[in-house]
């Protein structure tokens, strides 16, 4: 094993004080903006006839009593990280009295779902079109695969996304303009029905995300082929006489994974927050929806949580990386101390 | 006299770009005998590397190989298919690379890259075969046997070099072909290394190709000579023979440019610089530089022709 033990516990650390300072900026943050959600709520509730003026300053009361708003900032801070380390989110305004975490638990995996299965898709396609397109022995038409690669990784997912949605679900009404489930079926994970139903509306936002990623994988791996083909142990391979599929894979593939694979890790752990606007798009009951709708409603502990989450996914990734490279890249290695 | 492991008969390397062609190799013939040694000289751009090039067959575009046979042990390498060559390199034809510090895969063992040009050419080898394999390869190389386990960038240059070369004979070739083997290496382990590939050659009864512009390097090592310049074959001799009454005027100078310690002083160097291959010039290459060059020289381009048994030049002073 070429991974010290020391190594690992002084990543972990490192990831727990990125931890800490993700929640402490996430908690700094909304205290430095000018609006107030207690006040901007009573506002709202008193504009929709739900609540009268009179009673409105003792709602307010209480309502700060419940967030503890009332108390000192030191205190709210300690309130704040000591809930944070139990991963205790807290409960939405919006949708009281709905805890963040079941939001979280809610939607995250319909994203998941989408955003993790064309990610991975995009990878693996784009990584070998873009090496047999930059591979030499390739035959030259695979190479008339990139132009439209190329214009589709130049156009934000969210404008395709328009674009499927008005000439496949519209026009054509080959998909489902919106949504996770058709509205008319019951929701039952265990019927093939219900399953197929949801494989059917999630794949036109994957196929935006698919579609936009894949060209960025095969244009770098394409890069990346061409750069390892010109090293000299590719030209002493080919005097080795070496059998084509073992030049490919175990010399040239091989030694062009690892950029591959670190960007791929980086995607990973932006999955959830990727997909925001494809998700809104198609008021896809993910997360990243649910994020926009806490935006636009101000539902503070819903965006914190989603965020604090989202950079928790991050970090988790990025150490994900930084623990596999040794066994990726011979010449990695940590030493303790 | 045995027949030639290897005969080159007007070989044609040209490389087309927009401006033409580039002529890096032309017109050049020579045979090599079998378990002999022979150096290649010339300066940089002098076509030596792509001569070697050539017969490895791996010329990559834009360049060609526009004519010619390079017959090896009776097979013409030019006229056979790629999967035909590809069973041709290291079974009876291998390489020692140049930069040895890059030639090796990073992310693989030593052991899995001795094996795997073998396993490529139809050798099949149980874990306890490869081992003893891998384990004598190493041994003939003067490496240690735990150095099978390790990873490339663990090794020193020299060391590297070492495991290029085991890999290179892994399979008994009938020539090897060394461009510039240790040309990065410092002098020391470059002596160490030249003297195990010599050892090999000589216990393999190998014939080898030594590309180099190491004129002292080539006196103590090669049998015979062959100088280049400008994609042109100059001369070929026999190495004692070359030093001690070189006919071509440019192998003169090549000899008379080397240090020698009894004869303090300022060195004689060739003046000028090695001509376009794009617009090589009339008559012979070499005229431009030539302190002996005279009306014939810039005419007609003279013929390669054996001069004395077993030496060829190509010189009007030795032709006409």
């Not at chain 1, 695979?142 to 997912?157: D, E, K």
Request: charged share 15%; net charge neutral.
């Amino acid at each position: 094993m070429r991974i010290p033990l020391s190594y690992v516990i002084k990543r972990i650390g490192f990831l727990v004080a990125v931890l800490f300072t993700a929640a402490t900026i996430n908690f700094i943050i909304p205290k430095l903006a000018p609006r107030d959600p207690v006040t901007e709520l009573i506002n709202q509730k008193i504009a929709s006839g739900g609540l009268t003026s009179e009673g409105a300053a003792e709602f307010g009361d209480s309502l700060r009593k419940l967030y503890g708003l009332d108390r000192p900032l030191w205190q709210q801070y300690l309130t704040y990280i000591w809930n944070m380390m139990r991963f205790d989110l807290g409960y939405s305004i919006v949708n009281y009295p709905q805890r963040v975490s079941f939001i979280i638990n809610q939607t995250v995996y319909w994203t998941l779902g989408f955003v993790l299965t064309s990610t991975l898709l995009a990878f693996v396609i784009g990584t070998v079109v873009g090496a047999l397109v930059g591979w030499s022995k390739t035959s030259k038409w695979l190479s008339w695969l990139m132009p439209p690669l190329a214009m589709f990784s130049a156009v934000p997912a969210f404008i395709l996304a328009l674009l499927l949605i008005y000439f496949l679900a519209f026009k054509a009404k080959a998909f489902p303009l919106r949504g996770g489930f058709s509205a008319t079926i019951v929701v039952n994970w265990k019927d093939p029905k219900f399953l197929l139903d949801v494989v059917h509306h999630a794949l036109l936002p994957g196929l935006s995300m698919l579609l936009v990623s894949v060209g960025g994988w095969s244009l770098g791996m394409r890069a990346m082929m061409v750069t390892v083909e010109g090293a000299d142990y590719m030209t002493f391979a080919d005097a080795k006489g070496l059998k084509g599929p073992r030049l490919f894979f175990r010399y040239a593939l091989r030694n062009t994974l690892l950029p591959q694979i670190t960007a791929l890790a980086m995607q990973l752990g932006l999955i959830v927050s990727g997909a925001t606007l494809v998700e809104t798009m198609f008021s896809y009951p993910g997360i990243g929806n649910r994020l926009g709708g806490a935006i636009r409603a101000l539902d503070y502990p819903v965006i914190y949580g989603i965020v604090f989450f989202m950079v928790v996914g991050i970090a988790v990734a990025t150490l994900l990386v930084d623990l596999m490279y040794p066994l990726l890249d011979p010449r990695i290695s940590y030493s303790g101390g | 006299m045995s027949e030639p492991i290897l005969q080159v008969k007007n070989l044609k390397v040209y490389y087309y770009v927009e401006a033409g062609a580039v002529k890096a190799v032309d017109d050049v013939t020579f045979d090599l005998d079998d378990g002999t040694k022979m150096g290649l000289v010339g300066e940089s751009g002098s076509g030596k590397s792509t001569m070697a090039q050539a017969l490895m067959r791996m010329i990559k575009p834009p360049g060609k190989i526009e004519g010619g046979e390079m017959i090896l042990d009776g097979v013409d390498l030019v006229k056979l298919s790629t999967e035909q060559m590809r069973q041709t390199k290291l079974r009876k034809l291998a390489m020692i690379p140049q930069g040895a510090m890059n030639a090796l895969n990073p992310v693989m063992r030593i052991d899995h890259q001795l094996v795997d040009g073998m396993l490529d050419h139809g050798v099949t080898l149980s874990k306890q075969e490869r081992e003893e394999r891998v384990a004598r390869l190493l041994e003939m190389v003067d490496l240690a046997p735990k150095v099978a386990k390790m990873y490339p960038h663990e090794l020193s240059g020299g060391m590297q070099q070492r495991v290029t070369v085991a890999q290179s004979i892994s399979m008994e070739p009938d020539l090897i072909i060394a461009d510039e083997p240790t040309s990065a290496l410092d002098v020391v382990i470059q002596r160490q290394v030249m003297e195990t590939i010599n050892n090999l050659q000589e216990r393999l009864g190998l014939s080898l190709i030594l590309i180099g512009h190491d004129m002292g390097l080539m006196a103590q090592t090669v049998s015979r000579l062959a100088v280049m310049y400008a994609g042109r074959m100059m001369e070929i001799g026999a190495t004692y023979d070359m030093f001690r009454d070189p006919l071509h005027p440019y192998t003169q100078l090549l000899i008379s440019s080397l240090p020698v310690l009894a004869n303090k002083g300022v060195f004689a160097g060739i003046p000028g610089i090695t001509p376009s291959l794009l617009n090589p010039p009339e008559g012979c290459v070499f005229h431009t530089r030539c302190p002996k060059a005279w009306d014939l020289c810039s005419q007609s381009t003279p013929k390669f022709t054996e001069a004395q048994p077993g030496r060829w030049v190509a010189c009007h002073l030795h032709t006409a």
